[in-house]
């Protein structure tokens, strides 16, 4: 059953986050259609409801083939990140980390650096933005070594992520690039838990010594790795759409992500990769209370758990939580 009017106005005033957001795979559709309507369509068969990725190859093949030709210049990246961010703000987000994928500095020779630029001074005030470069775990082998070595040095990166198809093992590189980056002051991500078991997240926070795992949900199937990360404290940056659309999870009524909270397990909720799935914010939520029965005393949860890692002035981040809280309230739904 959808959504009622009043849910889907607490869904909308809640201040939200986005912290696992890919911005190739953000691209907005609408730019590529206004671009070249002649090759994208108007509705794309993989962008429906009902379409199940087989694979996460076909996946990439298909976020590749649709993002790769628009990014082509620092511009580009500008142009998609001022109209993502706008939607943002619209949708009541103001605060979003979102990763680039470095590899593409070698592709189109621009610089790291004027990549994080053109999308930071996209942003619209009221809104934060924190950039990641991303990478695959095979990324120090070749000419993005010494990119890599000199990360620390990117005044306005804020941190890594390590992500691609967790099938690729992670490399010795990883550890030590991850800790050097951790003592310069940079955040430190890993993908984990999504297409691999929960032996992947148990190596994210052991070896790698992440605090932030990119999905993280396939960690319900070992208790020990779902202690392990309530311990450490450690966040899931949940992107529940994605995973059934991947086929990580069969449908968001049978998604663990309620699971791992009562487990004690810090979740946010993200949208991954809307130019692949059609997916937004308000929809993520809508979708958890539709399909998942998630109450608002849980929404505003998920909602108050984004700006409990978000990194922001302590008084920002209280402020935001309040307003949440004082929603849930009104809503006659009291956080405890």
């Not at 487990?263 to 799935?277: E, H, K, M, N, Y």
């Amino acid at each position: 059953m959808p959504a009622d009017g009043g849910l889907s106005s607490f869904i909308q005033a809640l201040p939200k986050t986005e912290t696992h957001l890919h911005v190739e795979g953000a691209l907005p559709y609408d730019l590529l259609r206004a671009w070249r309507p002649e090759k994208f369509p108007e509705d794309p068969p993989f962008r429906r409801p009902d379409f199940r990725y087989p694979s996460f190859p076909e996946f990439e093949r298909i976020l590749l083939d649709n993002a790769l030709p628009w990014f082509n210049s620092a511009d580009r990246y500008h142009q998609a990140a001022k109209t993502m961010f706008a939607r943002h703000l619209a949708a009541n987000v103001f605060y979003v980390e979102t990763s680039f994928h470095l590899p593409v500095t070698g592709f189109i020779g621009v610089p790291g650096p004027e990549i994080i630029a053109a999308i930071r001074s996209a942003a619209p005030a009221g809104l934060e933005v924190r950039v990641f470069a991303g990478m695959p775990r095979n990324a120090y082998d070749g000419p993005l070594r010494a990119v890599i070595d000199d990360l620390e040095n990117w005044r306005d990166l804020a941190g890594v992520d390590l992500h691609g198809f967790e099938a690729m093992p992670t490399e010795p590189w990883s550890a030590a690039a991850w800790k050097r980056l951790r003592a310069a002051g940079k955040m430190t991500k890993c993908h984990a838990g999504e297409f691999g078991g929960p032996e992947r997240v148990r190596e994210a926070i052991l070896q790698l010594g992440v605090t932030r795992i990119q999905h993280g949900v396939r960690s319900i199937e070992d208790p020990d790795t779902v202690r392990l990360a309530r311990d450490r404290g450690v966040t899931f940056d949940v992107c529940p759409i994605s995973n059934v659309r991947l086929g990580v999870v069969p449908s968001i009524a049978k998604h663990p992500l309620r699971r791992l909270r009562e487990a004690g397990v810090r979740c946010t909720v993200s949208t991954d990769d809307p130019l692949c799935f059609a997916n937004t914010i308000c929809g993520e939520y809508a979708a958890l209370a539709d399909e998942g029965g998630f109450s608002r005393a849980e929404l505003a949860s998920i909602a108050a758990a984004g700006w409990q890692i978000a990194d922001v002035p302590a008084a920002a981040r209280a402020s935001a939580i309040a307003e949440i809280e004082r929603l849930a309230a009104e809503a006659g739904q009291v956080r405890t």
